[in-house]
């Protein structure tokens, strides 16, 4: 309810259910709604033509010319990154043995979703092994940042579309660049360590061409983006704002 008369202004209580006012006795709800009923109208055409600017960006935004489209595709590319061979690796236990190409999918799957994943963190104190599981640890904690910048970069990319920006996805691109080369580097690292301990429960190597693909695409993501984002910024100049943009459909509107 108003919290005042619409005619004579007088105060209205939360506990005041009666549809008129008590003190000029007009019925509040039927006050001059046809001018109310023009302003809603108004403020429903303002909120369209809003929506139409916003939809315009969007589709130039994504499916707007050739580089864009390439972009939206290359948004998705990195998913590539996810399936390819990163280790190849040599498991030895007394009684077991195993020998596996792992990529990110297959750690989440065949390791992380069946095994204590977040015990590994209490064996990075431990004397013989702390130090080598700390890098693995690492390693895996970077290839998860990669991938939840490149998955996040995605919704980004659709959503700063309809503002015409692509600063952030730039930012994204270059977490996940910097984290696919930090998991290689650490997971190098944990091999070399193992190498030297003394407890030989694992032994492998790197596949280098497939940390080379998802850094590569994530890359070029970095580069498709500053472009895209410079594209933006020229067409946010030349095209009319938002504001421009609703007074003119308004105007041919009524024309």
Same mark, same amino acid.
């Given at each position: 309810? +108003?919290?005042? &008369?619409?005619?004579?202004?007088?105060?209205?209580?939360?506990?005041?259910?009666?549809?008129?006012?008590?003190?000029?006795?007009?019925?509040?709800?039927?006050?001059?709604?046809?001018?109310?009923?023009?302003?809603?109208?108004?403020?429903?055409?303002?909120?369209?033509?809003? !929506?139409?600017?916003?939809?315009?960006? *969007?589709?130039?935004?994504?499916?707007?010319? *050739?580089?864009?489209?390439?972009?939206?595709?290359?948004?998705?590319?990195?998913?590539? +990154?996810?399936?390819?061979?990163?280790?190849?690796?040599?498991?030895?236990?007394?009684?077991?043995?195993?020998?596996?190409?792992?990529?990110?999918?297959?750690?989440?799957?065949?390791?992380?979703?069946?095994?204590?994943?977040?015990?590994?963190?209490?064996?990075?104190?431990?004397?013989?092994?702390?130090?080598?599981?700390?890098?693995?640890?690492?390693?895996?904690?970077?290839?998860?940042?990669?991938?939840?910048?490149?998955?996040?970069?995605?919704?980004?990319? !659709?959503?700063?579309?309809?503002?015409?920006?692509?600063?952030?996805?730039?930012?994204?691109?270059?977490?996940?660049? +910097?984290?696919? &080369?930090?998991?290689?580097?650490?997971?190098?690292?944990?091999?070399?360590?193992?190498?030297?301990?003394?407890?030989?429960?694992?032994?492998?190597?790197?596949?280098?061409?497939?940390? +080379?693909?998802?850094?590569?695409?994530?890359?070029?993501?970095?580069?498709?983006?500053?472009?895209?984002?410079?594209?933006?910024?020229?067409?946010?100049?030349?095209?009319?704002?938002?504001?421009?943009?609703?007074?003119?459909?308004?105007?041919?509107?009524?024309?």
């Amino acid at each position: 309810m +108003a919290s005042k &008369c619409p005619k004579c202004g007088a105060p209205l209580h939360w506990y005041n259910f009666r549809a008129e006012c008590k003190n000029c006795g007009v019925n509040i709800p039927n006050y001059n709604w046809e001018a109310r009923l023009e302003e809603d109208s108004e403020n429903a055409e303002v909120a369209f033509a809003k !929506l139409h600017y916003k939809l315009a960006n *969007f589709k130039s935004g994504t499916v707007g010319s *050739f580089p864009r489209i390439l972009r939206l595709v290359f948004t998705l590319l990195p998913l590539v +990154a996810l399936v390819v061979p990163l280790v190849k690796m040599n498991l030895v236990f007394p009684f077991y043995e195993k020998s596996e190409s792992v990529s990110f999918l297959t750690l989440v799957l065949n390791y992380i979703t069946k095994l204590d994943f977040f015990g590994g963190f209490s064996l990075m104190s431990a004397t013989a092994l702390g130090p080598s599981v700390k890098l693995l640890m690492f390693s895996i904690l970077a290839a998860f940042i990669a991938v939840a910048a490149g998955v996040l970069n995605f919704f980004v990319v !659709l959503i700063a579309a309809i503002n015409l920006r692509a600063g952030l996805n730039v930012v994204l691109n270059v977490i996940a660049t +910097a984290g696919w &080369c930090a998991s290689a580097v650490f997971i190098s690292m944990f091999i070399t360590t193992q190498a030297q301990n003394t407890i030989n429960v694992f032994s492998g190597n790197v596949v280098w061409w497939g940390y +080379a693909i998802g850094i590569a695409l994530f890359a070029a993501n970095v580069i498709i983006n500053i472009l895209t984002s410079r594209s933006f910024k020229k067409q946010r100049k030349e095209q009319p704002t938002i504001e421009e943009a609703v007074e003119k459909e308004i105007a041919e509107l009524y024309n």
